[in-house]
């Protein structure tokens, strides 16, 4: 993980430094507060040697995921779990022996609901499967029956939940292994029972240009509409476009209204100012509610 900036939420920014010590490294986080320009605590792997793929920062701000990668018999992967408040690690999960898995918090449920991709329990008869976890229950709660095949070689998976945590969105990106150009697998599924709801295919560039902030897809400031980047061919001739899809609308009434709230101001930064209480501009920010 070649990154400084390991993770950022809101006004918390999380720092990635390594130690290097008779020749282990120990990585350390400093998580800084934006707003107080504080640094508000320091965050340490539990072993030396242990390799970072991922940092995500819960959606309540109470804690840090951080994705390991070690050697102790065998290669595993640990998500251990950091709390914002005392800086300790408050919970574990094997994740993975085999591949790289990738999570993404629920933003409905505050910080007790994961899914994470390429998920392996040999007990449950699980292997490289898309779940949701409760981290409270400390169980798997629904499985995608859609078989995400392993990526091997150049490729990556981006994954997120929409603003509002209906869907859950899983973009595969791999090469075409001449390296000339890539594609995305885009899958939309229902953030609840992972039913997949639609699929999408696009050509990319050059694996050696892809990167995850060019081509993840991006939610509208009120949710509902999701774009994708891809290159269009035409004969000799390329060029880049975004194209910008429809998402199932939402049924219950709340939902609703805020789209049309958010989509008829210039800025969500402006929900600030509308004549409505703290908790239905809580609502409007997508602040975790459950």
Not at 54 to 59: A, G, K, L, N, T
Not at 60 to 76: G, H, M, P, Q
Not at 208 to 219: D, H, L, M
Request: with cysteine; hydrophobic share 40%; net charge neutral.
């Amino acid at each position: 993980m070649n990154e400084v900036v390991s993770a950022m939420k809101d006004h918390l920014v999380l720092l990635l430094t390594f130690r290097w010590e008779k020749r282990q490294y120990e990585a350390m986080f400093i998580l800084m507060d934006l707003f107080s320009q504080e640094i508000l605590g320091y965050f340490r792997s539990p072993s030396p040697n242990m390799s970072i793929m991922e940092c995500r920062i819960s959606p309540d701000n109470s804690c840090i995921a951080v994705l390991y990668y070690f050697r102790k018999t065998n290669f595993n992967y640990e998500l251990h779990l950091f709390s914002t408040r005392n800086c300790e690690i408050f919970d574990t999960l094997s994740c993975n022996t085999d591949v790289r898995p990738y999570i993404a918090f629920d933003p409905r449920y505050k910080s007790s609901r994961l899914a994470i991709v390429n998920y392996t329990q040999q007990s449950d008869d699980m292997k490289n499967s898309l779940v949701l976890y409760c981290l409270t229950s400390q169980k798997v709660i629904a499985v995608s029956h859609v078989k995400l095949s392993v990526i091997s070689g150049g490729g990556y998976f981006c994954v997120n939940f929409s603003k509002d945590g209906s869907y859950f969105v899983l973009q595969k990106i791999t090469d075409n292994l001449r390296g000339m150009n890539c594609y995305a697998d885009t899958y939309i599924f229902d953030s609840d029972s992972l039913k997949l709801l639609q699929h999408y295919f696009t050509n990319l560039q050059a694996f050696s240009i892809v990167c995850s902030t060019n081509y993840a897809p991006v939610f509208s400031n009120c949710g509902s509409r999701v774009s994708f980047t891809e290159e269009e061919r035409n004969g000799t001739s390329r060029q880049l476009v975004v194209t910008i899809y429809q998402m199932p609308r939402p049924i219950q009434l709340q939902e609703q209204c805020r789209i049309v709230i958010l989509q008829n101001i210039a800025s969500s930064c402006m929900v600030t100012f509308l004549p409505l209480p703290n908790r239905l501009k809580e609502f409007l920010h997508f602040v975790p509610q459950l």
